[in-house]
């Protein structure tokens, strides 16, 4: 006689995605794992140069002619939006969906700037980004389910509020200051004024991904704190480049909305509300 014995799998799911934690680290191989590691040198070294533009703030002096203001706005984008991303992915595979959701962002952020702006080159930045994200794509397919939208909680959502109201505000006068023409700064042959209304564009809509998409917390409140701390610390250094903000009250408000979004405390992404009429556990002295 044969017994059937029926095992429950009680793999915890990840909340928003139904797969348990080791479903996507399965799923993406190894050598899309080395490919997200590359990818981190490539757009923060070369020919991204996220990290090259961070550190123009920190040894460049008054009159230098460094665009101090357009060099830091290239510089997160490309380090904390994008190179991060992909480093989460490659540390943590788990974290593929809202770290391709990031990079998904930045894409489209990418190819409005380039009508908005008057300029072609975001959109070959956008088609790089694509390709370099590919890769990953199979594996997202397998592992994709529909995200579940939440009310994030009123603390939250008053932060939000500002950071997006001052992000959409930056992206608006670096499209037009590229439209009337108004001195630049190129990497290769990247104009940096449509990369920085890109840039605000990418936090508007992160900072409201991050208070309504739960999976996504964690990677999004990190990558935009750092992204907003380093703005205001490069305004802070050299408020008088181009693409800076020379104005205390805005620079104070960047820096202190980077900070509360560094000690938000993620709603736990691992915890599920027991079903009606289930028991729920309880801590023994």
């Known amino acids: 006689m044969r017994t059937h014995i029926h095992i429950q799998n009680r793999t915890p799911t990840l909340p928003g995605t139904g797969h348990g934690p080791d479903s996507t ?14 990818m981190v040198l490539f757009w ?9 533009d961070l550190e123009v703030m920190f040894y460049a002096q008054s009159g230098d002619g460094w665009e101090v203001g357009l060099e830091a706005s290239w510089g997160v984008l490309f380090t904390f939006l994008v190179a991060l991303p992909y480093a989460v992915v490659a540390a943590r595979p788990q974290q593929l969906q809202p770290a391709l959701a990031m990079l998904a962002i930045v894409a489209a952020a990418l190819l409005l700037a380039a009508p908005l702006s008057g300029k072609a080159s975001p959109l070959l930045a956008a088609a790089s980004l694509t390709l370099t994200t590919a890769p990953l794509l199979p594996a997202a397919r397998r592992t994709w389910t529909s995200p579940r939208v939440h009310a994030p909680s009123p603390g939250l959502g008053a932060l939000t509020a ?15 200051q590229s ?9 290769i042959v990247f ?3 449509p990369v920085q209304g890109a840039l605000g564009l990418t936090v508007a809509a992160a900072a409201i991904l991050l208070a309504t998409w739960r999976p996504a917390e964690r990677l999004f409140q990190i990558t935009l704190a750092a992204s907003l701390v380093t703005l205001a610390l490069a305004w802070a250094m050299h408020p008088h480049t181009l693409g800076s903000v020379n104005h205390r009250l805005l620079i104070a408000a960047t820096l202190t909305a980077g900070l509360l979004l560094a000690l938000h405390r993620p709603r736990c992404p691992g915890y599920a509300r027991p079903a009606a009429g289930l028991p729920r556990e309880v801590d023994q002295p």
């Open 25 to 38: 680290a399965s799923t993406l191989g190894r050598a899309a794992r080395i490919w997200c590691a590359v």
């Open 44 to 52: 923060s070294v070369f020919p991204g140069f996220g990290l090259i």
């Open 191 to 193: 104009h940096h004024w």
């Open 162 to 176: 500002v950071i997006t109201t001052g992000a959409l505000w930056y992206a608006a006068i670096a499209f037009t």
């Open 179 to 187: 439209r009337t023409g108004a001195p630049d700064d190129t990497t």
